[in-house]
């Protein structure tokens, strides 16, 4: 059984990183379709521009924050003398999210909750970046220190550094590089966390990338982190439900509903044995489809 039971949370197939020091781009993500925009401070920016992304990102979201889109801020590694500074600004603009990037270990995770804690942060949740071979052969104890880290909400595969660290080549289909993804997965879903699939880097490849989501998707990820506006619609295309998809999950739900189903655990459906474990994960679907469609006319 779930630590914490999975609770409702936004759509997350679509998760655009953002320089912060590129105000351009900054201002362009609120009109894109993403479900969410991760502002970086950490890789995408410079030592001696720090600072400056810094008040890009306090001019951008102080006067009016995130509507339609989950704010994530990806801060400063633990190890580096700008994660305090970074955590300042996040504590004042109150963003959905704090990115930590290079997570190894439990600590890291209660370090930053105490900060956010100790500060009435009360609604700012934590995620945790999932790149470092300690941190990969470790994510079981990362992810059961949700409870006591309860601000831990979701994993984000960082592939570039992991595939550096360990010397794995990057290859079409990242065969070799599947089992550790699929342990983030599990150790993510024991204890009821989002989890987010890594950057595809060639954004022009538009084949590879779809091919890329689709697996993603097959493995159980929510949604995936992008470095380029064209990559939206593929990621929300490939994570969200299909016509197909939701007329299953509704007409599953509806064979449950009949009154001679109520004290069934399974059914038969059309010639399949169908449990209600099925049913779960059709009202799953259809929850999402729901909120993809309130996001769709918030928008219109």
Known sequence: MLDHPPSPRPPRRSLLSVPAINQRALEKCRT?????????????????????????????????????????????????????????????????????????????????????DQHGADTTKIWAMMETARGVLDVAAIAASRSSVTRLDAFVIGLNDLRKETRVLPRPGRSFLTPWLMQVVLAARAHGLSVIDSVFNDFRNADEFAQECRQGREMGFDGKMLIHPAQIEPANLAFGPSPDEIAEAETIVSAFARPEAADLNVINLDGRMIERLHLEEAERLLALARSLNDKKTERS
């Open 32 to 116: 894109l379709a993403c479900d969410g925009v991760i502002f970086d401070l950490e890789d995408s920016v410079a030592p001696e521009k720090k600072a400056e992304a810094r008040e890009n990102l306090r001019q951008l979201l102080a006067g009016a924050p995130q509507q339609k889109q989950e704010s994530i801020i990806r801060i400063n590694g633990l190890d580096s003398p700008f994660w305090r500074e970074d955590l300042d600004l996040a504590m004042a603009l109150a963003p959905d999210a704090v990115l930590i990037p290079k997570v190894e270990r439990p600590d890291d995770l209660r370090a930053v909750q105490k900060v956010l």
